[in-house]
C-alpha cells in the first residue's frame, strides 16, 4: 500500500463528525478549537517586552498598552541582545499593522473577482480543492513555501500538518533564499547546522572578518555590539562594494565579485606556508587537513591576487592577522551564501576558523549571520528540510523517534527529502505540482527570475496565499487569500541569530477576521479531518512543550526550557539548555572542541572553484550586485512600505548604482532613467553614480519588485540557494 493510500486511510478513520459549521464556531465560540486559549493581551495600562518581527538580530522592544491596545513601543534596556537600542524598522514595527490593505477576510477567485468568504468556506475550499489534487495525482502533486518570519510553533504546526495530516512530500521555505548554504556548510563541516557564537563574540574579538555582510544596514544593532568592543578591533570587511559598513571598517578588501573562495583559499596557503596553523587544534579536532593542505597548492599569491584584485602584501597582512594567535572571528551573510559555489565558500571560512583554532573562545568562530527574525526557528522545526527537530527524514531511526513523541503512525513521516524551492516551481512547470500554499513569504517578487515565476504559478490549479496583506503580488495571483494575524497580534518564539529563543505576545488585535497563522492552521487540519493527530496541539504553549521533547538528544536540546515565562524571565534562551541546566546571559558552542560528526571532529571541506553561469560580456556587459537597501527597508516592503516614517527613511525611487568610469563608458548621467537590460527581460530605474560600486558592477536594491525580473535562476548545487548576487546586464539610458 502506498504512503498516501495508507495517510488517506488513516484520515479517514479518524474524521470526526461535527455537529453545524465548524468554522463559524471556531471563529465565535472561545475555547472550543483552542482559539479562547490564545491568551487575553497583557493587562490594559502595561507594558510588556517582546522581541522585534523583523530581522534576526531578535532585538527585544517595550511595548506599551493604553486601553488594552498597543499605543507605542521603547528599545529594552535590559535585555542581552540589543540593551536599550533599536533600529528604525523596531521603533515603527506597530505601523504596519494599521495598514489599509491588511487582508481581513478570506477571500476566494470567483472569475476574475476575489470574492470575500466566511472561513468555513475557505476551509472547505481549502481542503475539497487539495484533497481533489491529491487522490487524482498523488501526495507529490501539492507542496507548501514555509518562512522564516512566523513563530516556531506555527511553523512546527505548518510543517507537521502539511507533511503528517495532509500527507505531502513536497514543502520548503523562503530559508532556501536565505539559509540554505550555511545550513548545508554546517552540516557537512560540523555535523549540525549549529551557528556557534554569541554576540558577545562582537564585543570580544581582535580581529572581526566580515564577509558580504552589510551590517550596518542590514543587522544595525549588531554593528552597535561591534562599537562597543573595548578592544579596539581591527574589522576587516570583504564587499566588492564600498557598503555603508566598508566605510567604518579598519580594512575594506573590495575583492572583484564572486572570488570570495579563492580569496580564502589564498588566505589558507599563506597560513599554512607561514607555519601560523594552530597544529594541535587541527591535529586534535579536525578532519582532512592533509588534503586541504594539498588542494591549497595552485592558490599562490600571484594567482590570488590576480584573481581577486587583493595586492599579495594585503594578502600577506591578512593571512598574518588572522594567524597571529589573536582572538578572530569570522561573520558571513548573504554575499556569501547567495552564490554558485556558495557551501564551499563558506566552508572555506569554516576553514579558516579551523586551521587557527579561532572556534569555541570568546570573540572567535565561523559565524553565519541569520537574516530573518526566526530563520533559525526555520532551520530546526519548519519540517522541510529537516525533520522536526533537527532530524533526518531519510533516517529510520529518526523518524521513529518523532512518531513516538507526536503518537502517529511512522508511515504518515515521509520516508524522502523534499524537492527543493526551485525543483518545486520545476515540478509545477511541469505539470507535476498543481496545488501550492504559500505562507508569510512572496515569492512572486522576492524568487530570482521573477519574470519565469509569475508564468509557473498561472500553471498552477490552485494556489492559496497566507499573508497579512492582500495586496502582496503573490496574493494579487492567489485562488484563495487566507488573512494572517501578524507580529503583535500573537504569541509565540522567535529564535534569534545566537540560537536565542525570544518571545512575542499579543499586544494588538488582527482586523477584521484575520486569525493567528497558529489558528488558521488548527482550522484547516480540523477541517481535514485530523483533530486526532493533533489533539495535544492546541495553544503555542503546547506545541512548545511538544518542541522540547522533540529537541530531546539533540544537539538543539532545549528541554531545560520551562515555558514562554521563563524565556521572558530570563532575557531570552540560547539553545542547547538540556533538562536540568540552567541558562547562562550568553554562551557559544564546541567550547571543548569536540563538534557533532560521530567522531566529534571537524571537517575540512574543498573543492575547486566553479565556472561562472553566466559572466558579463558581449552585450552584457555588466555583472548585476543585489541586496538591501537601506535600514529603513524589509525585504518585499508589505511592512516597512506602511510606515510613513520608514518611507520616508528609504530612497524615493528604484535606483542603479553605477560607477563613475562606466557612466562614462556607457553615457548615463546621475539621476537620468535608464533601462537596465539581462538575458531575462528589461526595467528602468534612476542612475546613481558612485564609486562605491566597483568598476564592471551595478547594484539593484531587491526592495522593489523589478530587480528580480532580471536576475538569473541559479542555484548552489549543494544548498540550491539562488545566486541572486550575479548576473549580467546591460545599462543604457532612456531616450526622452
Ligand atoms: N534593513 C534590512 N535589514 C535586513 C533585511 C532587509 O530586507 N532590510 N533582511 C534580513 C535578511 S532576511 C537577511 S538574509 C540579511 C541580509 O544581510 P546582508 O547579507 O548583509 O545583506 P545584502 O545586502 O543582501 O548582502 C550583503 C553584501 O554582500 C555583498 N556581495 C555581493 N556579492 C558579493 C561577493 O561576491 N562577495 C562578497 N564578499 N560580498 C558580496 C553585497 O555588496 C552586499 O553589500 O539582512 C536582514 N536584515
Ligand atoms: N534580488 C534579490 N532577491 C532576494 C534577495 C537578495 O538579496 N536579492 N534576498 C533573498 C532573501 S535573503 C530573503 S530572506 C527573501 C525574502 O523574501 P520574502 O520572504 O518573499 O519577503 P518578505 O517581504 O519578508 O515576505 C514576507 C511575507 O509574509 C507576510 N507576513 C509577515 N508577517 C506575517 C505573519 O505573521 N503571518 C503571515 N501569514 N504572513 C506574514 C508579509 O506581508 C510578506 O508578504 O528575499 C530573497 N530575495
Ligand atoms: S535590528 Fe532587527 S531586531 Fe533589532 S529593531 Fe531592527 S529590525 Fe528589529
Ligand atoms: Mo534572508
Not at 261 to 270: D, E, K, N, P, S
Not at 467 to 481: G, I, Q
Not at 488 to 497: A, P
Request: proline share 6%; hydrophobic share 40%.
Amino acid at each position: 500500500m502506498s504512503l498516501y493510500q495508507k495517510a488517506v486511510d488513516l484520515f479517514q478513520s479518524r474524521v470526526r463528525v461535527h455537529d453545524g459549521p465548524l468554522t463559524s464556531q471556531l471563529v465565535r465560540t472561545p475555547g472550543k478549537f483552542g482559539l479562547g486559549q490564545v491568551p487575553d493581551r497583557v493587562a490594559p495600562d502595561a507594558t510588556t517586552a517582546m522581541v522585534c518581527g523583523f530581522c534576526s538580530t531578535g532585538c527585544s522592544l517595550n511595548v506599551h498598552l493604553r486601553d488594552g491596545e498597543a499605543s507605542n513601543l521603547t528599545p529594552n534596556f535590559d535585555y542581552p541582545v540589543n540593551l536599550g537600542m533599536a533600529c528604525p524598522k523596531g521603533w515603527e514595527a506597530l505601523a504596519p499593522l494599521a495598514a489599509t490593505d491588511r487582508a481581513t477576510e478570506p477571500l476566494l477567485r470567483v472569475g476574475e473577482e476575489m470574492t470575500e468568504v466566511s472561513w468555513e468556506q475557505a476551509a472547505e475550499v481549502f481542503t475539497s480543492r487539495m484533497k481533489a489534487i491529491l487522490q487524482t495525482h498523488g501526495p507529490e502533486s501539492v507542496a507548501f513555501l514555509s518562512t522564516g518570519q512566523i513563530c516556531t510553533e506555527e511553523m512546527a504546526f505548518l510543517g507537521a500538518f502539511a507533511k503528517f495530516g495532509m500527507g505531502l512530500v513536497h514543502g520548503d521555505g523562503n530559508t532556501r533564499q536565505c539559509m540554505a548554504t550555511a545550513v548545508r556548510a554546517y552540516k557537512e563541516s560540523f555535523g549540525f547546522d549549529a551557528p556557534p557564537f554569541s554576540y558577545a563574540d562582537f564585543e570580544q574579538s581582535d580581529v572581526i572578518v566580515l564577509v558580504g555582510s552589510n551590517l550596518c544596514i542590514a543587522h544595525p544593532i549588531m554593528w552597535q555590539r561591534i562599537l562597543r568592543n573595548p578592544r579596539s578591533p581591527e574589522i576587516i570587511v570583504v564587499d566588492p562594494r564600498r557598503t555603508e559598513t566598508a566605510m567604518q571598517a579598519t580594512t575594506h578588501l573590495a575583492i572583484s565579485p564572486k572570488s570570495d573562495l579563492i580569496l580564502f583559499y589564498g588566505l589558507a596557503r599563506l597560513i599554512v606556508e607561514r607555519g601560523l596553523v594552530e597544529e594541535d587544534f587541527v591535529a586534535a579536532h579536525t578532519n582532512g587537513f592533509e588534503g586541504f593542505r594539498d588542494h591549497l597548492a595552485s592558490f599562490t599569491s600571484e594567482f590570488t591576487e590576480r584573481e581577486t584584485g587583493i595586492a599579495a602584501e594585503e594578502l600577506i597582512r591578512i593571512a598574518e592577522l588572522i594567524g597571529s594567535g589573536k582572538r578572530v572571528s569570522f561573520w558571513w551573510t548573504m554575499g556569501v551564501n547567495q552564490g554558485w559555489e556558495a557551501t564551499r565558500t563558506a566552508q572555506a571560512i569554516i576553514n579558516l576558523a579551523l586551521l587557527t583554532g579561532n572556534i569555541g573562545k570568546p570573540g572567535t568562530g565561523a559565524n553565519s549571520i541569520t537574516g530573518q527574525c526566526n530563520a533559525m526557528g526555520s532551520r530546526l522545526f519548519s519540517n522541510t528540510s529537516n525533520l522536526l527537530g533537527g532530524h533526518e527524514f531519510t533516517n529510520p531511526e529518526h523518524r521513529t523517534k518523532v512518531a513516538k513523541i507526536l503518537d502517529i503512525p511512522v508511515e504518515s513521516i515521509p520516508d524522502q527529502n523534499s524537492l527543493a524551492y526551485d525543483q518545486i516551481l520545476e515540478g509545477v512547470k511541469a505539470g507535476r505540482i498543481k496545488g501550492l500554499w504559500v505562507i508569510a513569504t512572496n515569492p512572486a517578487h522576492s524568487w530570482i527570475g521573477r519574470q519565469e515565476f509569475s508564468s509557473v504559478l498561472a500553471e498552477l490549479d490552485f494556489l492559496v496565499v497566507q499573508d497579512m496583506y492582500h495586496s502582496t503580488e503573490t496574493a494579487r495571483l492567489a485562488d484563495l487569500v487566507l488573512p494572517a494575524a501578524g507580529w503583535g497580534e500573537k504569541e509565540g518564539t522567535l529564535i534569534n541569530s545566537e540560537r536565542r529563543f525570544g518571545v512575542v505576545k499579543k499586544v494588538s488585535r488582527a482586523p477584521g477576521r484575520a486569525l493567528t497563522d497558529f489558528n488558521i492552521i488548527r482550522l484547516l487540519a480540523t477541517t481535514w479531518g485530523c483533530c486526532e493527530m493533533f489533539r495535544r496541539w492546541k495553544t503555542p504553549s503546547d506545541v512548545f512543550q511538544i518542541m522540547k521533547e522533540l529537541s530531546a538528544e539533540q544537539p538543539c536540546d532545549f528541554g531545560g526550557i520551562e515555558d514562554f515565562d521563563h524565556i521572558d524571565r530570563e532575557g531570552g534562551i540560547q539553545w542547547p539548555l538540556p533538562k536540568g541546566q540552567s541558562p547562562e546571559k550568553e554562551r557559544r558552542l564546541f567550547h571543548e572542541g569536540a563538534f557533532y560528526t560521530p567522531d566529534a571532529r571537524a571537517r575540512f571541506l574543498y573543492e575547486s572553484p566553479a565556472a561562472d553561469p553566466e559572466p558579463p560580456g558581449g552585450e552584457y556587459p555588466l555583472r548585476l550586485l543585489t541586496g538591501r537597501g537601506s535600514s529603513a527597508q524589509w525585504h518585499t516592503q508589505t511592512r516597512t512600505g506602511k510606515s510613513g516614517v520608514l518611507r520616508n527613511l528609504s530612497p524615493a525611487y528604484n535606483y542603479l548604482e553605477i560607477h563613475p568610469l562606466d557612466a562614462l563608458k556607457y553615457g548615463i548621467e546621475s539621476g537620468r532613467e535608464v533601462k537596465v537590460a539581462s538575458l531575462r527581460g528589461s526595467v528602468t530605474v534612476q542612475a546613481f553614480v558612485t564609486p562605491t560600486v566597483p568598476e564592471g558592477a551595478v547594484f539593484m536594491p531587491m526592495h522593489e519588485e523589478t530587480t528580480n525580473r532580471l536576475t538569473l535562476n541559479f542555484v548552489d548545487p549543494y544548498s540550491r540557494q539562488p545566486s541572486y548576487k550575479s548576473c549580467a546586464v546591460a545599462v543604457a539610458m532612456v531616450e526622452k
